[in-house]
T-cell receptor, first 112, second 113 residues
Framework: KQEVTQIPAALSVPEGENLVLNCSFTDSAIYNLQWFRQDPGKGLTSLLL?????REQTSGRLNASLDKSSGRSTLYIAASQPGDSATYLCAAPEAAGNKLTFGGGTRVLVKP | NAGVTQTPKFQVLKTGQSMTLQCAQDMNHEYMSWYRQDPGMGLRLIHYSVGAGITDQGEVPNGYNVSRSTTEDFPLRLLSAAPSQTSVYFC????????????FGEGSWLTVV
């Protein structure tokens, strides 16, 4: 069974600092890994989807890497802004491909 | 562009009552799913569907029923509400399974008293 862990559960950084968010998974035979953002009282918004054949994906200030051998993915957010404050979750499917397992999320606060 | 629409947004139920959470998507997605989100437990999959007429259980299916009669709609039924079902419920969809970007609804806050 796929297990997904995100540490730390929360972090606070000053505006302008780069953010590094970690995601660990137990089954390295994953199809893909997806990063989401969740604002308070809202649903999840997909940020990046990395397929198993890829090592990284980039979108604007966001860059996500995937290392299947070590069971890790990292989301980098460059030059953080107060608007980046949110909870960030990663998710990986079970081996069958249709059941997503989510990490517990990292709650980020970017201080002006 | 509506995306994934959930109703109602808020609901209070008495123990033993039944109700249906509605979910509709207008993106012609084959894959739809329901999650519940609880503090300390994260997001857990309740049921999912890979196409009209096909449903399967997720991690926490007990106490919930689903059906998928059309591509667009995937309602979640609580058969006899219990306080343990107090949670935030999210519906999600994607083109074909978890290999594609997944789109979430805004959530339904359910309290069972």
């Amino acid at each position: 069974k796929q297990e997904v862990t995100q540490i730390p559960a929360a972090l606070s950084v000053p505006e302008g600092e780069n953010l590094v968010l970690n995601c660990s998974f137990t089954d390295s035979a994953i199809y893909n890994l997806q990063w989401f953002r969740q604002d308070p009282g809202k649903g999840l918004t997909s940020l990046l989807l990395i397929q198993s054949s890829q090592r990284e994906q980039t979108s604007g200030r966001l860059n996500a890497s995937l290392d299947k051998s070590s069971g890790r993915s990292t989301l980098y957010i460059a030059a953080s802004q107060p608007g980046d404050s949110a909870t960030y979750l990663c998710a990986a499917p079970e081996a069958a491909g249709n059941k997503l397992t989510f990490g517990g999320g990292t709650r980020v606060l970017v201080k002006p | 562009n509506a995306g994934v629409t959930q109703t109602p947004k808020f609901q209070v139920l008495k123990t033993g009552q039944s109700m249906t959470l509605q979910c509709a998507q207008d993106m012609n997605h084959e894959y739809m799913s329901w999650y519940r989100q609880d503090p300390g437990m994260g997001l857990r999959l309740i049921h999912y569907s890979v196409g009209a007429g096909i449903t399967d259980q997720g991690e926490v299916p007990n106490g919930y029923n689903v059906s998928r009669s059309t591509t667009e709609d995937f309602p979640l039924r609580l058969l006899s509400a219990a306080p343990s079902q107090t949670s935030v419920y999210f519906c999600a969809s994607s083109l074909q399974g978890s290999g594609n970007t997944i789109y979430f609804g805004e959530g339904s806050w359910l309290t069972v008293v």
